[in-house]
């Protein structure tokens, strides 16, 4: 049973800043107002002690003073009872002989070294005594201890009892503090609870600094979250709006295919609905890479020795890895993702040869840290040049089957390298593609 107690009071302190921050200054100040009591107290006293001790030898120093050669003071009241005498004083010769004494049995002589200030038993009652003398008189002037300890006791409790009262005003203001101090946190709560679930709008409140960070994560959260969607948004319409196309002319395809009485006909119409799914394909594919890079985490990057990555896209590609088709000049390593590379590359290479003819020579060049991909086809137009890379782009009265993504995912690779990409048509005739990387040395994106 205790043990499940002590586990709810965990978890309730565990849950709850606010229980925990009340829990937490509570004690503090409790154990603070504990601390200070005791060295109050112990001042306290100390100080009334002092204070006593000061007012007994004013008093003995001004019956001294007052005292002649020929004073008597055996007139004086003379008290039996111990307990009642408040102030008490004896008065003996130098010979020892008691001169004068209000207080019986009297204060004993004491010795000639004796301190001025001391604490003596008489018949089992501690006195506080102050002793004046000279070489004819002794004056001893006494009280009970136990008034000295009874003044100090009662003015210890007096402000004892002025911190018991600080100390309940205090806890209610520190828990009204507490309250304040965490509204911040209700406020964003409320703002949070009020919001529809498509609102993704930058919380535009006024807080603590301490709170800030929290709402300036929660924005950039926010903006993550928004960037997201927009990008499952758009792929979700870029797929519906590439892929109606195809889908409608395979089906056409087909319907001509059943429908169609004659063999050639219906040859040729599944001829055509196999080139719409092998694009169709071809589409898909490049779609989901094309979100995979836009979604895919941020990859990890190693050297990459750019001779060795553009001749393994070219045996790939089936072109020869010799000049003029590869032209290596004081290569650079680069920091890079290889597989991200090779389909950069591959990209490139299917693209220039598909558009710049069969016979065109297809060709990769490094200088540095700067790779181009060149072909020795017509070109592309200005205004065709002005669009490259745009997602789904394809210049009018293109032939060569494709989605018009290849560029785009070119694209999205060298920003994730942090890669300079131009496009640009050669001066000797041609189109070429240069993606300008960064040294090893270099931080990349």
């Known amino acids: 049973m205790k043990s499940w107690r002590i586990n709810r009071w965990r978890h309730w302190l565990g849950e709850s800043l606010l229980s925990r921050l009340t829990v937490l200054i509570l004690l503090a100040t409790i154990v603070s107002w504990l601390v200070f009591s005791v060295v109050l107290l112990y001042e306290a006293r100390k100080e009334t002690t002092e204070l006593l001790d000061k007012q007994l030898s004013a008093y003995t120093q001004m019956l001294w003073q007052n005292l002649g050669d020929e004073d008597d003071l055996s007139a004086a009241p003379v008290e039996k009872d111990h307990h009642h005498v408040r102030l008490a004083f004896t008065l003996y010769h130098s010979d020892g002989s008691l001169q004068a004494s209000n207080l019986l049995p009297s204060f004993p002589r004491q010795a000639s070294n004796a ?96 709170i800030a960070p929290l709402r300036d994560r929660l924005n950039t959260l926010f903006e993550q979250v928004e960037a997201t969607l927009a990008r499952e948004r758009r792929f979700t319409a870029d797929a519906a709006h590439e892929l109606r196309t195809p889908l409608a002319g395979l089906r056409v395809q087909l319907e001509l295919a059943q429908s169609s009485p004659r063999t050639e006909t219906r040859q040729k119409a599944l001829g055509r609905a196999i080139e719409g799914v092998d694009r169709t394909t ?64 591959r990209n490139l290479l299917d693209n220039a040869r598909r558009y710049a003819g069969s016979e065109a020579v297809v060709g990769i060049e490094i200088k540095g840290t700067q790779l181009t991909v060149f072909d020795h086809g017509p070109g592309v137009s200005e205004e065709t040049l002005a669009r490259m890379g745009e997602r789904f782009f394809r210049p009018a009265g293109q032939s060569q089957p494709g989605a018009g993504l290849g560029l785009s995912i070119v694209r999205r690779i060298a920003q994730l390298h942090g890669a300079e990409l131009h496009f640009a048509n050669r001066p000797e005739g041609g189109f070429l593609v240069g993606i300008q990387f960064k040294a090893i040395e270099g931080k990349v994106l």
Not at 149 to 163: D, S, V, W
């Open 115 to 210: 301190p001025d200030l001391r604490v003596i038993n008489l018949h089992g009652q501690d006195w506080r005594i102050c002793i004046r003398q000279n070489k004819d008189r002794q004056l001893i002037v006494g009280e009970p201890l136990g008034n000295h300890r009874k003044i100090a006791n009662e003015m210890a409790e007096h402000l004892l009892e002025t911190a018991m009262l600080a100390l309940l005003v205090l806890l209610p203001l520190l828990l009204w503090a507490i309250h304040r101090g965490l509204k911040p946190l209700q406020i964003v709560d409320r703002e949070l609870a009020k919001r529809a679930p498509n609102n993704l709008e930058p919380l535009d409140l006024n807080v603590p600094s301490e």
């Open 282 to 345: 071809h589409l898909v594919a490049q779609l989901l890479e094309m979100s995979r890079l836009e979604h895919g985490e941020a990859p990890t990057f190693s050297a990459i020795h750019l001779p060795d990555l553009a001749g393994q896209a070219l045996r790939e590609a089936g072109i020869a890895c010799e000049a003029p088709r590869l032209n290596v000049s004081d290569p650079i390593p680069i920091v890079g993702h290889a597989l991200l590379l090779n389909l950069l590359l």
